[in-house]
């Protein structure tokens, strides 16, 4: 059973704003959101992570719902560089469990 | 900094066999998590160890198995090797405070890419 569900593409054009949803319905009350991106041939690199609140970063803003069901990643202008995969990650008890990921694509 | 190595890179190996991956993490970091891509499971947590000690484990079986050393290199065996054990398996270290699945920000290898034939 999936613990976390996104989209498997995106789409976005170039420095324009994404905003990338997450559903983690089974998420308890202190499960950490995290995001992580994966460029091909590379490991994942760190995005952003939150607990209750909206947080902001220099590379992203993540939004997570009141009832801390959903969260959407914001890209507030998407570039080239941002084309990757992106990961919603659901930190629960004692492991991560990874969705699927986003392929974000970025037209120029 | 030197970023998080891993060796090697590449491994063939044949079912059955046994396998053992290493990863140095950034200095230091005292946290290192394991973790399995394969196309089919998506990217999937083995385990983290944070000084010598094994904090978080992932739903594997006991053939994967892990160790830290005291200057926070670890290792990972995975024994009798099967077809389906075949990945891009990535290690990824954290200063280990908050711990990985808190507040600590992870910091991934390349990976090393094992093909079981």
């Known amino acids: 059973d999936a613990k976390t569900t996104q989209p498997n593409s995106m789409e976005s054009n170039e420095e324009e704003p994404v905003h990338l949803p997450c559903n983690h319905s089974t998420i308890s009350g202190t499960d950490y959101i995290h995001w992580y991106r994966q460029l091909p041939s590379q490991g994942p690199e760190y995005v952003i992570h939150?607990?209750?609140s909206n947080v902001n970063n220099r590379m992203a803003s993540l939004a997570i719902a009141e009832d801390r069901k959903s969260s959407t990643l914001i890209l507030h202008r998407a570039t080239l560089r941002d084309a990757a995969v992106y990961y919603c990650i659901l930190a629960t008890g004692n492991q991560f469990y990874f969705g699927t990921g986003t392929s974000l694509t970025v037209i120029p | 900094k030197a970023g998080v190595t891993q060796t090697p890179r590449y491994l063939i190996k044949t079912r059955g066999q046994q396998v053992t991956l290493s990863c140095s993490p950034i200095?230091?970091?005292?946290?290192v998590s394991w973790y399995q891509q394969t196309p089919g499971q998506g990217l999937q947590f083995l385990f983290e160890y944070f000084s010598e000690t094994q904090r978080n484990k992932g739903n594997f079986p006991g053939r994967f198995s892990g160790r830290q050393f005291s200057n926070s290199r670890s290792e990972m065996n995975v024994s009798t090797l099967e077809l389906g054990d075949s990945a891009l398996y990535l290690c990824?270290?954290?200063?280990?405070?908050?711990?990985?699945?808190?507040?600590?920000?992870?910091?991934f290898g390349p990976g090393t890419r094992l093909t079981v034939l």
């Open positions: 200095s230091g970091h005292r946290s």
């Open positions: 939150g607990l209750t």
């Open positions: 990824a270290s954290s200063p280990g405070l908050a711990g990985s699945l808190r507040g600590d920000t992870q910091y």
